[in-house]
């Protein structure tokens, strides 16, 4: 017996006051670069950007990755008397999307779920730390 | 086979699995009374596109559960699925040790000493499955009763193909369980302590047989009782004897014996 798919996806968000700021910290990742030359034909700077790709690692695992400017926005009914707390939610920020798949079936007998998202956790981070290093 | 050419063809095999589907539902939602057929067939053709998928291999635990990086590698403590995979490759390469080096005895015979320290290893591992350790239990015996006798072919062959099972299944599944059992008893004697015995209810057994590693007996007025396990969960048998009814003679050697229980 085996699983066809697993895996697990993370998305992290860093909380920023402005879209500019998400623009300028992607363009340090240095993964995202349009030459003057060819941003020229559009315009003369970047206000958004966004880049998605898939990566694998030796044919067995692949990575879906997507870093953008997040914008959401808070939109409930609720009764007046009850009030909230949504600071913590991130309405302007940073989206770091994840997505760690295995490409090859896995036996059954060998999966443990704690141990795959404990280490991804800590191979997350070791990416996204590298992203600014 | 490339990188892209792999995943480009696995990319393929999930666009058939979910064209399967779609066609399937089309089609029952479009004549009901041929559901079952529809339902029969698109299993066939998924469970053959699955069957093609694991020929492209399997991923091995190493892949799954190492680190991104060897810097991680180094400060994270392994986990345990992997710590036993990779003991069980260390200790497969014993094995094949032993069958390469067969005709040269001693040192078949080395390697096989050496191979024995993995039930060992595998005690000091915690957190695995209560299945795991019986096959353990399992393994300990069966190498206990080859304790005097030398190793053939046939039987470094078994132990591999135990490892082989214990290795793509390492939180053991009852069947697996089983189909270890059924290796070894087909190659060792599971018996333990009991293998010199008769365990049939209401039958003579040689007390020398029984009284072995696991089973204790007390001396008490002349009467002998006393309960053990055989190495193998499930086979506990418990003995009792009237010694002042024998002779001295069958005191020592063979002493009716009746076994009131055998769970």
Known sequence: MFFTRIGNRFVYTLKLDSKEEATELISKTGLFTIPDKKLAIFGDKVTNSQFKFTATKDDEIGYNINISHLSRKIDMQIPKCIKYDASAYTLEGLLIDIDYHPLKPFDVGNFRGNDLVKKNKKDMEYIIKGLWA | ???????????????????????????????????????????????????????????????????????????????????????????????????????????????????????????????????????????????????????????????????????????????????????????????????????????????SGISGAGVTYTIVSGNVSGAGTAGIPGHTVTASCDMASCTEESRTKETSNKVSSIE
């Open chain 2, 1 to 207: 086979m490339g990188i892209t050419n792999t995943t480009q063809l696995l990319e393929d095999i999930d666009s058939a699995r979910y064209k399967v589907i779609d066609i399937a539902s089309a089609f029952t939602t479009a004549s009901p009374e041929v559901r079952s057929a529809a339902e029969t067939v698109s299993t066939k053709i998924l469970d053959g596109l699955t069957t093609f998928e694991v020929m492209g291999g399997k991923l091995s635990p190493e892949s799954l559960y190492k680190p991104l990086s060897s810097e991680l590698e180094s400060s994270e403590k392994p986990s345990e699925l992997l710590k036993i995979h990779s003991l069980i490759n260390e200790y497969e390469q014993r094995l094949t040790n032993a069958l390469n080096y067969f005709d040269d005895e001693i040192a078949k015979e080395t390697e096989m000493t050496l191979f024995q320290r993995i039930v060992f290893e595998f005690d000091y591992i915690g957190s695995l499955s209560d299945n795991f350790y019986d096959a353990n239990t399992a393994l300990q015996v069966a190498l206990f009763s080859q304790n005097t006798k030398t190793f053939c072919r046939e039987q470094i062959g078994a132990l591999k193909e135990v490892l082989d099972l214990m290795k793509g299944d390492i939180k053991m599944f009852d069947t697996t369980l089983e189909k270890i059992w059924d290796i070894l008893r087909k190659h060792f004697s599971l018996a333990g302590p009991l293998a010199e015995t008769s365990c049939e209810k209401e039958s003579s057994a040689m007390i």
